[in-house]
C-alpha cells in the first residue's frame, strides 16, 4: 500500500514546488515515526492553515446548517429548507471560476499580497459583506433576500475554498499533506463550533424576553418557540465580524512559493493553458483510471450530505433546545470530529490514504444508522450525545483522509483548478439530491429517511476497493 504522498499521485513527480516546510517528514515512500508524524503538527504550514481552515469553515454552516435551523424556528416547511440547500451547489460549481482564481490577478492587490493571498482576502471581505446583508434581512417578511444574500456568501466562500486549497498545497511538500488536512480541519471544526454552538448561543441571549400572553396575542404558540430576528439579526453580526480572523492571517502570512508557467503569448494560449490544460493533465496522467477516480469523489461523502440538510430541522421537530443543540452537537460534537480528524491525518502519513478512506466510509455510512435509532427514541439528551459523538468523529476520519486524497491527485502547477474540480465533483450529485430531503422526510419519516443515506454508502465501498485493488496492481 503507498503512502499518503504518493497514493493517486501518479506523474506528479515534478509537481512538488512547494516550499517544504520546517520539522516536515523526508518524502519517502519509507513509514514514518510517530514522533515524527506529531510534531508535524507544530510546523508553520500546519499552524498557518489552523487559522486559515477556521476562516473557510465559518460560512458554511451559516449558509446551510445553522440557517436552516433559524427558518425552520422562523416557520419554514421543511421541503422549502430542502430545496434552499440548493445554495450550497455553489460549491459544486466552483471549477467554473477556479482557473480565473488560479491565474488571473487582481489589480492593485495581487501586486502588494501576490495571487492566492489576494483572492484569500477578496472571497473574505465579500463573506462578511454578505452575512450583514442574511444579518438584516427577514425570513418571514420574504424569503427572497436572505436566499440571494446567502448564495452570494457560498460563492465568495467557494472562491476562498479555491484559493486556499491552492495555498495549502504550494505551502508544504506532499507528504505532510495528510497533517496538513488535519489542522485545516482542525480550524474548520473549531469555526463550526461558533457557527454553530457559537451563533445559537448569540441568537438566544440577543432574544428580547417576553410573556406566553404576549406570544400568544402576537399569533405564535409558545414563548419558548418564539421566533425573534433580532436575536439572530445579533448573531449574524458576530460571525461577519469574526471574518477578520481570516484577514489577518492573510495579511501576516507569507505567498507560498508555486510552479512560474510560461507566459502566454495571446489570449488563445492563455485560455488554452488556464480553462483547458488543468482538466487534459488530469486526464493524461490517470487516463482511463480518471472516471473511476471522478466516480469515486463524486460519491464518497454521498450519505453525510443527503442526511446533513435535515439534521437541524431533526433536532427542532425533536423538541431540542438551542441550548441543547449548541451544547451537544456543536460544541462536543465538533470535538470529536477534531478528535476523527487529528487520527484520520496521523493514520494516512502512518498507513496511507486508501485504508483509510475505506475506513471512513464504512464509518460515516454506519453511523447514519444511528440517526434512524434516534428518531425513534424521542426527545433524549444522553442518547444525543451518544450518536452525535459516533457520527462526528466518523466524519473527522472521513474527511482527514478524503482532504488528503484529492491533494495527492494535482499536478502543484493547476493546483487551484484542479483541487476545485474534485472538491467540486464531491457535492455535485450529493447536493443536487439532498435538495429533495425535506421532501423524502415528509414521505417516509425521519427514521426512514436516515436509514436510507446509510445505504447510498454502500456503493463507495466497492468503488474505494476497485481503487485499492488498482493501485496494488500498478505499484
Request: with cysteine.
Amino acid at each position: 500500500m503507498t503512502n499518503a504522498a504518493s497514493d493517486g499521485a501518479q506523474g506528479r513527480a515534478h509537481a512538488t514546488s512547494g516550499a517544504p516546510a520546517d520539522d516536515t517528514p523526508a518524502s519517502s515512500d519509507a513509514p514514518v515515526g510517530w514522533r515524527s508524524v506529531w510534531r508535524s503538527y507544530l510546523s508553520a504550514p500546519s499552524l498557518r492553515m489552523l487559522a486559515l481552515g477556521f476562516s473557510a469553515g465559518l460560512p458554511l454552516l451559516l449558509v446551510l446548517g445553522t440557517l436552516s435551523f433559524r427558518l425552520r424556528e422562523a416557520g419554514i416547511d421543511r421541503a422549502t429548507i430542502g430545496y434552499l440547500s440548493w445554495v450550497g451547489l455553489a460549491y459544486a460549481f466552483k471549477w467554473c471560476w477556479a482557473p480565473l482564481v488560479d491565474r488571473l490577478p487582481i489589480p492593485l492587490l495581487t501586486h502588494a499580497l501576490g495571487r492566492r493571498r489576494s483572492w484569500l482576502l477578496l472571497s473574505q471581505l465579500a463573506i462578511a459583506g454578505g452575512l450583514v446583508g442574511m444579518a438584516l434581512s427577514d425570513p418571514r417578511d420574504a424569503l427572497g433576500p436572505v436566499v440571494w444574500c446567502a448564495l452570494a456568501v457560498a460563492i465568495a466562500s467557494a472562491t476562498q475554498d479555491i484559493a486556499l486549497d491552492a495555498f495549502r498545497i504550494e505551502s508544504a511538500d506532499p507528504r505532510l499533506q495528510g497533517v496538513l488536512a488535519a489542522t485545516y480541519q482542525t480550524g474548520y471544526r473549531l469555526a463550526m463550533i461558533w457557527a454553530g454552538a457559537g451563533v445559537l448561543w448569540v441568537a438566544a441571549r440577543a432574544e428580547v424576553p417576553v410573556t406566553a400572553a404576549a406570544a400568544l396575542q402576537a399569533g405564535q404558540a409558545a414563548a419558548g418557540a418564539a421566533y425573534q430576528n433580532i436575536g439572530w439579526q445579533t448573531a449574524y453580526l458576530v460571525m461577519a465580524a469574526s471574518m477578520l480572523a481570516g484577514v489577518l492571517t492573510v495579511l501576516f502570512s507569507r505567498e507560498p512559493a508555486r510552479a512560474e508557467l510560461p507566459p502566454a503569448r495571446n489570449a488563445a494560449e492563455w485560455l488554452r493553458g488556464a480553462l483547458v490544460e488543468p482538466f487534459a493533465d488530469f486526464l493524461r496522467r490517470h487516463r482511463w483510471q480518471a472516471v473511476l477516480i471522478l466516480a469515486l469523489i463524486g460519491t464518497y461523502r454521498i450519505s453525510d450530505v443527503v442526511m446533513g440538510i435535515m439534521a437541524n430541522p431533526f433536532y427542532v421537530d425533536m423538541g431540542y433546545t438551542k441550548d441543547e443543540v449548541a451544547a451537544v452537537t456543536k460544541i462536543y460534537g465538533v470535538i470529536m470530529t477534531l478528535a476523527g480528524a487529528f487520527l484520520g491525518g496521523a493514520l494516512t502519513v502512518r498507513f496511507g490514504v486508501h485504508r483509510v478512506l475505506m475506513l471512513g466510509a464504512v464509518l460515516s455510512a454506519a453511523s447514519n444508522l444511528l440517526f434512524a435509532w434516534l428518531a425513534g427514541h424521542g426527545h433524549d439528551v444522553p442518547a444525543l450525545i451518544a450518536v452525535v459523538s459516533a457520527d462526528n468523529l466518523s466524519g473527522g476520519i472521513a474527511s482527514a483522509a478524503f482532504i488528503a486524497y484529492l491533494s495527492g491527485l494535482t499536478n502543484v502547477q493547476y493546483s487551484a483548478t484542479q483541487y476545485a474540480l474534485f472538491s467540486s465533483m464531491m457535492l455535485l450529485a450529493p447536493k443536487w439530491l439532498a435538495g429533495f430531503s425535506g421532501v423524502a422526510v415528509d414521505a417516509v419519516g425521519y427514521a426512514a429517511f436516515f436509514g436510507g443515506t446509510a445505504v447510498l454508502g454502500v456503493p463507495v465501498l466497492a468503488l474505494i476497493w476497485v481503487v485499492m485493488k488498482k493501485m496494488s496492481s500498478d505499484a
